[in-house]
């Protein structure tokens, strides 16, 4: 089974101390440390499972610059066997249908018998996976955390319900999935296969040879654009408790047995 | 020569006299023990190198203590004079069972010369002893069962008839060799020649008294008999030693030459790989049998299974999924089992998940206490490090430490904190006032680095550890800075969970930033920086640990110390891991906190190399184990037995352990926990400000 995986990085929420400009329109990028988007990583490790299972291929994609190449070799090293970034100055600014295109035009390039995205970037909408079905015509399922393969043509995917509940449903290949956190025990991908990863090749693939239109991606087609970025003041209701761990805890459980969630 | 006597000469069996019957099945037996020691070298030619040979003075320096001398034995006190008394009658009546078994029947069997006799009476003694020794042991295994013997149900079935069997055969072997001189003697005595001297009370002396009387047919079938138990009990028990743990008597010897020499450090990932080579090493780690060196194969072999590793080990005491006894025996059994004697080897099985649990991997804190108990000097720490290699290779390691080793790589410490806030512990506004730290730039008249890392950079609790450090070098007139921003993790626990290439990312960093600060000489405050730099890192300057430095400054009269300012309190020291058992230091914080006039001490029963693990450190407080009880529990409630109410510890880790254990053992109020960096910045005398010593001189002369 050929399986794409498309990720993305994102600054590490545990981490950083994410902080805003001054501009109040991002945060501030200059001291981040980032890595592979947490729900991305997962969908690697479900890829790799099939295809240990299956055999086949895993492809990894990530739509970015440069510096994206990084992930790319984490996932090469977390064993990937081709990692290929999308890169082109008119990729810039995309919105979700903008990345959908642009991987739209890399899943077409190769046969791809199941795609799977993170079910959502930790700095995104959870927009790529369903667009980029849509785009190719492929069944879809969001917030995936089961997956088997039946037979050689279908899949049978579990889904988390709100509640709890899980949900089973059976697709035709080839098709997209949203991988859900949690499907799965990624595998630690150390730092000598992070090394090793540094002399493998990694294609890099611009809107010509992705046969996308430049006008349909970047900024100029981008018709959801960021307007602000900021932290919400406390509302009613809400509280932050402060003091020293055990203060805050003891206020916790306080809090808690108050409003009946302890007994 | 009386009638009816016969000689041993004249025997003929199958056409062959008795001598040569005797020495054709002699070769037998040598050629069987032989084949089957081959067999059980057969793993340890797959085995992966070790490179064992360097330094033969030093290795036989070890042997003459631990292997002649037993210096490990008598800490167990039963046990170990037991074994000592068997060990040395087993040298002394090595030769004389050698001269025996080959020239016992033969008609020129000739009474030994006069040093010869006077070997005889010591061998004779040494039988006797050895007879007595086994049988207490036989008793002590049968009757009183000491609890480390036991083999819990999730280790497998144990072995408990090997030991027995083991012992009765040794019994048989004195009892049928002295019967065999007794016997003769009778006859001797009984045909009126110079009977051979049998030492009073010797084993021989005694069975002599019992069958003196019998008649001489009895006597010759008793000598013959027992010539014959002796030969066949001999070559049996030969034999039958590589089956089990018996077989430390042929490998002890090599296993204490070969043994690890230098303490503190780790194995390489392949011996006589470099580090630049290591980007060619496909694989990592112990993942399969074979995977282990051969050294660390000879330990399996060499395992005696006294459990004395796991009566001492902290992971076992809390009933966390380790023994490391059954890290040797469950190998062992696995030698045995896919290396038979007859047939092909079956190999390459992967460990873990087979004979090891991931678990049982990770439970290991690395104190070193089993090691340091071992009287065979059998190694542990560095198969649990290759195993979790192994495991890091594989990408299987538990979440919790993933997301630290994530944060060291990208941030350089386990917490993910910024790099830029590395050096804020020393920002503090009211300790910024009485003592200044400076971030190292490279102007070279700053001698000292204080290697603060990670938990003493970030933690709040232990932050106050680093300032006490700071005080107490400013007060010894240390001029000292740190690395600040520059510094990163010293990786100690990086490697030794496995994550090697980190480790060296970590460590290569450092000893830049550390040479580029050009300065003479490195203190720390913890023990496992302390290790890391002094064993893990190549050409720095000298490392100290912080209590190193107050010893020698008490003693050289910069630090003075006033008296203790709470009389009541009794306080306990705790010897860190990596501060005692690894590095051998136990008498400079000792001494450093006797050098506090007034100041009550007790020892815990378990301190020095014998002392408690608090729960580990570095990247094992990120491990979540499966156990009964913390660690840290343990050892609070051994402080309270020895009549302490205050623990001082000399490692970040351990603080932080033992005040959590303080916490959930609800001994707050009756016990606490202080650094002793700490404890002497309380009590060192300060030059007073000028003001405050105008003042008290007025006072003076105002009184006056």
Not at chain 2, 21 to 44: D, E, H, N
Request: aromatic share 8%; proline share 4%.
């Amino acid at each position: 089974m050929e399986i794409l995986v498309c990720a993305r990085r994102v600054p590490d929420t545990s981490e950083n101390e994410i902080q805003l400009n001054d501009a109040g329109n991002d945060i501030e990028r200059d001291d981040l440390v980032y890595s592979i988007n947490e729900a991305d990583n997962y969908a690697v490790e479900e890829a790799l499972q099939i295809v240990a299972k299956a055999g086949g291929n895993v492809t990894v994609a990530t739509v970015g610059t440069d510096e994206d190449e990084e992930i790319l070799r984490r996932e090469l090293a977390m064993g990937a066997n081709h990692g290929v970034l999308l890169s082109d100055d008119a990729f810039g600014g995309s919105d979700g249908k903008g990345i959908a295109t642009i991987l739209k035009g890399f899943a077409q390039k190769g046969k791809y018998d199941l795609i799977l995205t993170g079910v959502q970037a930790e700095d995104g909408g959870a927009q790529v996976g369903g667009m980029l079905a849509a785009l190719l015509d492929y069944p879809f399922a969001s917030l995936v955390n089961s997956v088997e393969v039946v037979g050689g043509s279908k899949l049978k995917v579990g889904r988390e319900i709100e509640g709890g509940n899980k949900e089973m449903n059976e697709l035709d290949l080839p098709c997209v999935l949203s991988i859900q956190t949690g499907i799965n025990e990624p595998r630690y991908v150390g730092m000598k296969g992070i090394r090793q990863a540094q002399s493998l090749e990694v294609p890099t693939y611009g809107a010509a040879d992705l046969g996308v239109d430049t006008g349909s991606v970047g900024e100029v087609a981008a018709k959801v654009k960021r307007d602000d970025y900021f932290v919400p003041v406390a509302g009613k209701g809400a509280e932050i408790l402060q003091g020293s761990h055990e203060e805050i805890a003891d206020r916790l459980i306080e809090l808690m047995k108050a409003k009946g969630g302890l007994q | 020569m009386v009638e009816g006597a016969q000689t041993n000469g004249n025997l003929i069996f199958w056409g062959m006299s008795a001598p040569l019957l005797v020495l054709i099945f002699q070769l037998l037996g040598l050629a069987c023990f032989s084949c089957i020691v081959y067999a059980r070298a057969a793993p340890l030619v797959r085995g992966q190198r070790d490179l064992r040979f360097d330094r033969p003075l030093l290795r036989l320096q070890n042997v003459l203590k631990f292997w002649l001398g037993q210096w490990k034995h008598p800490r167990y006190k039963v046990a170990g004079t037991l074994h000592l008394l068997i060990f040395a009658g087993f040298l002394i009546l090595a030769t004389r069972a050698f001269y025996l078994l080959l020239f016992g029947l033969a008609d020129d069997f000739v009474a030994p010369s006069a040093i010869g006799r006077g070997y005889d009476i010591v061998a004779d003694y040494a039988a006797t002893i050895v007879f007595f020794a086994v049988s207490a042991a036989a008793v002590r295994r049968v009757v009183f069962k000491p609890a480390r013997y036991a083999v819990p149900e999730r280790y497998g079935k144990g072995h408990p008839l090997d030991a027995i069997f083991l012992l009765a055969l040794i019994a048989l072997l004195m009892l049928s060799e002295s019967l065999f001189e007794a016997s003769r003697a009778a006859i001797q005595a009984q045909q009126g020649l110079t009977a051979e001297f049998l030492p009073v009370l010797s084993l021989g002396w005694l069975l002599k008294e019992v069958v003196g009387s019998a008649s001489a047919a009895t006597l010759w079938r008793l000598h013959l008999g027992s010539y014959v138990v002796d030969v066949l009990t001999f070559y049996f028990l030969l034999c039958y030693r590589p089956f089990g743990i018996q077989f430390h008597v042929e490998t002890s010897l090599f296993n204490v030459y070969f043994a690890k020499l230098d303490r503190g450090t780790v194995k390489p990932v392949r011996w006589g790989v470099s580090d630049e080579q290591l980007d060619q090493v496909k694989s990592f780690g112990v993942k399969t049998f074979e995977d282990f060196t051969w050294k660390h194969m000879l330990d399996f072999y060499s395992c005696a299974d006294c459990g004395r590793c796991s009566d001492n080990c902290p992971a076992n005491a809390v009933g966390r999924p380790l023994s490391p006894r059954f890290l040797s025996i469950k190998a062992r059994d696995y030698a045995f089992q896919h290396y038979p004697m007859f047939g092909s080897s079956r190999n390459g099985q992967p460990l873990i998940g087979g004979i090891y649990s991931e678990d049982e991997v990770w439970s290991c804190t690395t104190c070193g206490a089993c090691e340091e108990e071992c009287p065979l000097l059998v190694e542990y720490i560095d198969k649990i490090v290759d195993l979790r290699r192994g495991m890091v290779d594989d990408g299987n390691v538990p979440k919790s430490i993933q997301k630290a080793l994530k944060a060291l790589e990208s941030r350089g410490n386990p917490y993910g904190k910024m790099e830029k806030k590395r050096a804020d512990w020393a920002k503090d506004k009211e300790f910024q006032q009485t003592c200044k730290v400076s971030v190292l730039d490279g102007d070279a008249t700053t001698e000292t680095l204080y290697f603060a890392d990670s938990i003493t950079s970030y933690d709040d609790r232990i932050q106050a550890i680093g300032r006490a450090t700071a005080r107490v070098l400013t007060a010894a007139g240390e001029n000292f800075g740190i690395l600040g921003a520059a510094e990163k993790d010293s990786g100690h626990e990086v490697r030794r969970f496995g994550e090697e290439m980190l480790f060296q990312a970590l460590r290569d960093h450092n000893t830049e930033a550390i040479k580029a600060s050009g300065v003479k000489r490195i203190v720390t405050s913890d023990p496992h920086a302390y290790n890391a730099l002094k064993h893990d890192y190549k050409d720095l300057p000298p490392v100290e640990h912080i209590s190193q430095v107050i010893a020698r400054e008490v003693k050289s009269g910069k630090l003075k110390l006033n008296h203790a300012e709470n009389g009541s309190n009794v306080y306990a020291y705790h010897d860190p891991c990596y501060l005692g058992r690894h590095n051998q230091v136990y008498d400079d914080p000792r001494d450093a906190l006797d050098a506090i006039p007034g100041l009550k001490r007790v020892e815990m029963s378990r301190c020095r190399d014998r002392s408690f693990c608090c729960g580990g450190g570095g990247l094992m407080l990120f491990y979540e184990p499966q156990e009964n009880e913390r660690m840290g529990v343990k050892r609070v409630q051994m402080a309270a037995e020895a009549g302490a109410n205050v623990i001082v510890t000399a490692c970040p880790f351990c603080m932080v352990n033992i005040e959590d254990a303080i916490k959930v053992s609800g001994m707050e109020g009756k016990m606490t926990a202080i650094d002793l960096a700490e404890l002497v910045d309380q009590h060192i005398v300060r030059k007073r400000p000028q003001a405050a010593e105008d003042e008290s001189n007025a006072l003076v002369h105002a009184n006056a």
